[in-house]
């Protein structure tokens, strides 16, 4: 999936100035996004809960399976920053903040299309229910700019309203299908059996869709959940690079609530060795993504 402009544009912006190179630089901006990211995990679990829950929150999402890419040149912690703050944001109805973050958001990766929508609804709903003024409005109409700026230029470049998605369907052979290809995929892997990476996929899509439903049960706020949905739905609906599809939910975050929620219930001692098991499971699947699995991650 090609990047957005923003991503690419700090890199240059930051490489004359600090003696990295662009590989360099280009990771030391996923380093800085993901502390960020993992900053306002702990504030949304703290808000929504405890501090316990806050730390086990940022502590889960960097023990993903697919969580070495927050450390190689990958847009997903910087978008999994901008979308945790942005919901914080919201939950807080701190109307400008969201939706000018929501807006750098659809600089980042086309999955703002996930991110957006939530932005929108609950500035309409504080739109009908008359509260705070003007901020609502104008968050409204930061959100999707990015996104759309984007598509806009897109277009105007390839002389075609949906130059954007031709690109997708012609180059990267990505389309929407409603999840019929990641079904196929998922019965013929666990069928006739394959690697370790799409096991793990697999997995963790499985496992998406089940935390899913604990979060329905969890009764997290409505933001949460409709990013979540949206989230999943283009994830697992799309067709093509199914061996990324564990990557492209790691800002599925609030996926990870109910999980923080039941360690943070338990004692001490159980916590820690899950926490522990997770990490190092997590470690030995980075190191076979980078060093045996001959496909991006």
């Not at 996930?114 to 504080?126: Q, R, T």
């Not at 949906?162 to 997708?168: A, E, L, P, V």
Request: glycine share 10%; proline share 5%; net charge positive.
């Amino acid at each position: 999936m090609a990047f957005f402009p923003l991503y690419p544009g700090l890199v240059r912006v930051l490489e004359p100035v600090l003696p990295l190179g662009p590989g360099g630089t280009a990771v030391l901006v996923t380093w800085v996004a993901a502390l960020a990211a993992a900053a306002g995990l702990f504030a949304i679990g703290n808000h929504l809960y405890d501090r316990r829950v806050g730390i086990l929150l940022a502590m889960l999402w960097g023990a993903l399976p697919h969580a070495v890419v927050q450390s190689m040149a990958y847009t997903e912690a910087l978008f999994t920053a901008f979308a945790v703050w942005t919901l914080f944001a919201l939950l807080r109805r701190n109307w400008l903040t969201a939706g000018l973050l929501c807006l750098l958001a659809g600089l980042t990766r086309p999955t703002a299309s996930a991110l957006i929508p939530v932005v929108g609804l609950a500035a309409l709903i504080a739109v009908f229910q008359r509260r705070d003024g003007w901020r609502p409005w104008v968050a409204m109409l930061l959100a999707p700019l990015g996104y759309l700026g984007y598509l806009g230029w897109v277009a105007q470049r390839t002389g075609r309203l949906d130059g954007w998605f031709t690109i997708q369907n012609d180059g990267w052979k990505m389309s929407f299908n409603g999840g019929r290809y990641t079904v196929g995929v998922a019965k013929t892997v666990l069928v006739e059996g394959s690697t370790l990476a799409l096991y793990a996929v697999t997995l963790v899509l499985t496992l998406a869709v089940v935390l899913f439903v604990f979060s329905l049960l969890d009764r997290q706020p409505w933001q949460l959940l409709l990013y979540s949905a949206l989230l999943l739905a283009t994830s697992l609906g799309a067709h093509g690079y199914y061996h990324s599809k564990a990557r492209f939910l790691l800002p599925a975050f609030p996926l990870l609530l109910p999980v923080a929620v039941a360690l943070g219930r338990t004692s001490r001692p159980k916590r820690w060795i899950v926490v522990a098991v997770l990490a190092a499971g997590s470690a030995y699947l980075g190191a076979y993504l980078l060093l045996r699995w001959k496909y991006s991650p």
